[in-house]
C-alpha cells in the first residue's frame, strides 16, 4: 500500500452509521489484499481479503472493494459499532509472503 | 487453535547491546515473518522464513537478521541496538509460502536507551 506519511488520518462517524475507509496501493502487479485491524496495545488482525481476480468482497459486516484500474481498494463496515473503534490498515502481498503497509487510517466511532 | 504467540511482550536495552525475540507460530503454519512498526515508518517488512529458510528480505540493514527452527518457531534477531530500533515488532504466520492471510501476533515491544 501506498504509505500515506506519518500522520494517521482519521474518520470519526456515528455509532449506526457506515464507515468507508479507503486505500491506494502502489503495485500493479499485486494480486491480493488484505485488510487489518489493530486495536491499541496489540497486533493487527485479519478482517478480510480479496484477490485481484474480484472486484467486491463481502464478510459479516464488512465489505472489501477492489478498483485496479485506479489501484484503490476500500473497506465498507455497516453499522459501525464502537469495538470498531481502531486503526485499520490495506496490505498488499507483493511476494510470497511480503505484505506492503498503508499507512493507516484511525476510525472513531461516537456513540 | 491458539494464536501466533511472541516472547517477550516488552523489553528496553541499552544502545550497543544486542537483543533476540521469539515467536511461535500458529500450529501447523510454516511460514513465518517478521515486520517492524514505528510512530515514524509504519508497518515494515523485515524478513520471511519459511521451512528454516530465509525467502524474502525486506530493505533492513545486516544487524537485523533471523532463523527458523524445524519446528517452525522463528527469532530474530537484533545486534548493536541503536534509538532507532525502538519500535513494535511483529511476528506473522501463515500457512505456506505464497499469497495467504497472515496472522499476526500481540507484538514484542522493545525500547533502546
Known amino acids: 500500500g501506498e504509505s500515506v506519511g506519518l500522520h494517521l488520518p482519521t474518520l470519526s462517524v456515528q455509532e449506526g452509521d457506515n464507515s468507508i475507509i479507503n486505500c491506494a496501493y502502489s503495485n500493479s502487479a499485486s494480486d491480493y489484499f488484505i485488510w487489518y485491524k489493530q486495536e491499541s496495545g496489540k497486533g493487527p488482525q485479519f478482517i478480510i481479503d480479496?484477490?485481484?481476480?474480484?472486484d467486491k468482497r463481502q464478510g459479516q459486516r464488512v465489505t472489501v472493494l477492489l478498483n485496479k484500474t485506479v489501484k484503490h481498494l476500500s473497506l465498507q463496515i455497516a453499522a459501525t459499532q464502537p469495538g470498531d473503534s481502531a486503526v485499520y490498515f490495506c496490505?498488499?502481498?507483493?511476494?510470497?509472503?511480503?505484505?506492503?503497509f498503508g499507512g493507516g487510517t484511525r476510525l472513531m466511532v461516537k456513540p | 487453535k491458539a494464536g501466533v504467540t511472541q516472547t517477550p511482550r516488552y523489553l528496553i536495552k541499552t544502545r550497543g547491546q544486542q537483543v533476540t525475540l521469539s515467536c511461535s507460530p500458529i500450529s501447523g503454519h510454516r511460514s513465518v515473518s517478521w515486520y517492524q512498526q514505528t510512530p515514524g515508518q509504519g508497518l515494515q517488512f523485515l524478513f520471511e522464513?519459511?521451512?528454516?529458510?530465509?525467502?524474502n528480505k525486506g530493505n533492513f540493514p545486516g544487524r537485523f537478521s533471523g532463523r527458523q527452527f524445524s519446528n517452525s518457531r522463528s527469532e530474530m534477531n537484533v545486534s548493536t541496538l541503536e534509538l532507532g530500533d525502538s519500535a513494535l515488532y511483529l511476528c506473522?504466520?501463515?500457512?505456506?509460502?505464497?499469497?495467504?492471510?497472515?496472522?499476526f501476533g500481540p507484538g514484542t515491544r522493545l525500547l533502546v536507551l
Open positions: 522464513y519459511f521451512s528454516e529458510t530465509q525467502r
Open positions: 480479496i484477490r485481484s481476480n474480484m
Open positions: 506473522a504466520s501463515s500457512p505456506d509460502r505464497g499469497e495467504e492471510t497472515q496472522y
Open positions: 496490505a498488499e502481498n507483493n511476494a510470497g509472503n511480503m505484505l506492503t
